[in-house]
């Protein structure tokens, strides 16, 4: 199992034992996305278990699931439909299923975070549970995602990146949740000045970071600035600058073109150890370790 999957599935428990569970699925994965198919003879829930993971699960069942439990409350999966499942909720079989095919969308928070930034300036999407009809766009765009998975063709990582984002955006606007649209004057004031700061920061992440300097571009009080960006984004802004410095590493890391001590600095941490630790934290892995797992 890659580092991708290893961040979104989480510890399981999962229907087989680890190893056997990917052997039976076919998963296609990028930093964003990673989508699991079940074999068509499909997979038995045996028993009442429950797990917890960071992603996003977005479940479409080609045969419905009657019982599948979400926070303690037990619903149906509609064959055909595409049910939500928000970061950090427990879920599983609440009773014994037999034969059960479907497709599992597993999506990075952080990756669809931002992208509801970019739509609704608030991070921090929950996401109500229901049935969704599954959209022809959506299911063309998986389609296409599988597809250009399997190949080998330069520009095979770009083109997998655009159909991902193609389909976190649609996710969000096609599945109700906590987005609403906002657009007093006030609020877009507020958000092009903090997306001001987003793009210092993406700019700014291989040099010192200073507080004082974001904050004046924000129009804001050093004290405001933190509060007001934390609210948009839901991080502090060194918290979200670590965060862009640590997506730079991993798009650095995904060629062989910087060793990993180039990469740490260029990417602004200030020694190799801090950097290995950071990334270790964070992604599960070492630099290195991640960049095998690439198979670069």
């Known amino acids: 199992m890659g580092v991708h999957q290893l961040k979104m599935l989480g510890n ?15 998963t296609f994965v990028n930093q964003d996305l990673c989508i ?33 439990d979400v926070e303690n409350k037990c ?12 970061s950090g909720q427990a879920h599983g079989p609440h009773d014994r299923m037999l ?21 609704y300036g608030k991070f921090n999407v ?10 022809n766009e959506l299911k063309t765009l998986i389609e296409l995602f599988m597809e250009e998975y399997k190949s080998v063709k330069p520009g095979r990582n770009f083109a997998l990146k655009e159909l991902s984002t193609q389909i976190l955006s649609l996710l969000i606007k096609q599945i109700q ?24 920061l993406r700019e700014q992440y291989d040099a010192e970071y200073s507080l004082e300097e974001a904050a004046q571009i924000a129009h804001l009080s050093p004290y405001h600035f933190i509060r007001t960006f934390k609210a948009y984004t839901g991080r502090s802004p060194y ?4 965060f862009v410095k640590l997506n730079k590493a991993k798009e650095l890391l995904s060629s062989k073109k910087h060793n990993i001590t180039e990469i740490c600095f260029m990417c602004g941490f200030n020694s190799l150890s801090n950097f290995i630790n950071y990334f270790r934290k964070k992604v599960g ?12």
Do not use: W
Not at 39 to 53: Q, S, V
Not at 99 to 119: G, H, M, P, R, T
Not at 239 to 242: I, N, R
Not at 285 to 296: A, F, G, H, Q, T
């Open 177 to 200: 949740n906590n987005m609403p649209f906002l657009t007093s004057p006030d609020y877009t004031t507020a958000k092009k000045n903090i997306d001001k700061v987003i793009e210092y």
């Open 75 to 86: 619903y149906s999966f509609n064959k055909g439909y595409v049910f939500p499942i928000n």
């Open 36 to 68: 699991i198919i079940t074999p068509k003879t499909g997979i038995d829930f045996l028993k009442k278990d429950f797990h917890i993971h960071d992603s996003y699960e977005f479940l479409i069942p080609y045969s419905t699931l009657p019982f599948v």
């Open 285 to 296: 892995v070492s630099p290195s370790e991640y960049r095998k797992i690439l198979n670069i």
């Open 126 to 135: 929950c996401f109500k549970q229901d049935n969704y009809p599954l959209s």
């Open 239 to 242: 918290e979200y600058l670590m």
């Open 12 to 26: 399981g428990p999962y229907p087989l034992p680890i190893l056997q569970f990917f052997k039976v699925v076919d």
């Open 99 to 119: 034969n059960k095919y479907f497709v599992s969308l597993q999506v990075d928070k952080d990756s669809l975070n931002e992208i509801a930034y970019s739509i």
